[in-house]
């Protein structure tokens, strides 16, 4: 679904809200049997857990599944309810077209094709007759009546190799016969890409539409960073209604029913929750969670939560909003608590085991906690930032010490070192645990671990 292409960016969506309210600011009210539906979406008994890249979340049993788009290996995954006579039926036609048209340079559009079982094809070709840039690798599977699309592009001189690595994430994408697989590797819809954990590249965009409550919709985005962490939700509010000017200032409807820090579990975060009218002048919500994530890890990449209600995208047609505000934070809560990572076969995404370690609590937290500048530190240990800190992204703090910022050293103009500028300057970063220290009594808070004795936790 093109819809779900989009990084699903906060200042997109917000202004998107407050333009609709120049339409209309009348709102629709929930009617008596709403209420009651609302009642039966938040039920634990009705609720269905779902495999989400390399996390598990719970959703109502009614939430189906609209579309998706995925990222990996540098490919994009694309996912189509299909028979096998369909799926044969599309890769003859589609290698057939290439071997008849003929490419300016004389050839056929076809360059490269490999089959590693009846059901799996590649391709590697000229998009038209004039391309000469790129070459198209297209890999096609079929899985339990499901037709997987992987594509990516090439240097015609690389082909080879790109349909090597091409083929190794078609053999290792498998059916699952659960929606808690047990196999290491990133899930996609109904399908498992194995591996362990060294993806250098992976995301995703998946709606799900509630069946009885076709108005509300839940988008879920997860991307491994592949340089530093974006800025947190909340600090980009502004930009969002400064870039408005008067515009934002002056129109009302607006409200915002709660916003600030969110931890779910391991992933620091940070909520938004509006309330504003739409473009059928329906007072419509918007719930957004996101997490920054840290660097170049696939187990705390960036996470988005995105619910929505008076959505009606689709032709569908307009009707009042089916959940109240305390019904749509009740249904918002249980699914955004449901988040965690997957345990594996290997006791991966299994908390670590705890030695005897102080904490502020008394009992030893698992490596991987996360804890952001600011915050009093839970755990003595060795915690690691993702920024290059002057003292070492690798230090030792004290259970109750309070958690600094990064120091990174910064290059300093002609101008600046004659003002005698500093060539430092503090971030605010995130903080996490990865290893025990088995002398905390007699270790300063600010002493340095060398980096290449800390290993950071392995991938899913």
Known sequence: MHSLKRRFRLAFAVQMIIL???????????????KDQGMIITEKSQWVTHCVGRFLIDLPKEAEYVGGHYEYGFTTIERQSMDRDAF???????????????????????????????????????????????????????????????????????????MARQEIILAS????????????????????????????????????????????????????????????????????????????????GINNLKEGDRKIREFPGQEWLLKAPNDHGQKAHLFTWEAPGLSHDVLHPQIRFDLQSGNFDGGLDPKPISLQDQQMIELWDKILNSLRLRPTDGDQGAPEKRPPSQSSSGDALPLGELVRTGAICPQTGYWQCPESDVHGNTRLFKAG????????????????????????????????????????????????????????????
């Open 20 to 34: 609709f309210s120049l339409l209309n600011t009348a709102s629709a009210s929930p009617s008596e049997e709403s």
């Open 88 to 162: 044969l039926q599309e890769v003859d036609a589609l290698e057939k077209r290439l071997r008849n048209t003929t490419h300016k340079s004389g050839t056929p559009l076809l360059l490269k094709k490999s089959a590693l079982d009846e059901n799996t094809r590649i391709f590697g070709f000229w998009l038209d007759r004039d391309q000469h840039v790129v070459v198209k690798i297209w890999g096609y599977r079929w899985l339990n009546g499901m037709r997987y699309l992987v594509q990516n592009g090439a240097d015609p001189d690389r082909l080879e190799g790109s």
């Open 173 to 252: 994408l498998q059916g699952t016969q659960s929606n808690i697989p047990t196999t290491k590797g990133f899930c996609i819809e109904h399908a498992l890409i194995t591996d362990d954990g060294t993806s250098k590249n992976e995301a995703l965009n998946m709606r799900f539409r509630m069946k009885n409550h076709p108005d509300i919709v839940l988008d879920i985005a997860t991307t491994r960073n592949a340089g530093s962490p974006p800025e947190s939700l909340l600090s980009r509010k502004p930009s969002v209604f400064s870039g408005l000017g008067l515009l934002g200032a002056t129109i009302g």
């Open 401 to 460: 010490d309070a958690m600094p910022p990064a120091i990174i050293r910064r290059d300093l103009s002609f101008v600046e070192r004659l003002k005698g500028s500093s060539d430092r300057h503090s971030a605010s970063t995130v903080w996490r645990l990865v290893r025990y220290d088995e002398q905390s009594a007699n270790s300063s808070p600010n002493s340095v671990a060398g980096d290449e004795a800390i290993q950071s936790s392995s991938g899913v």
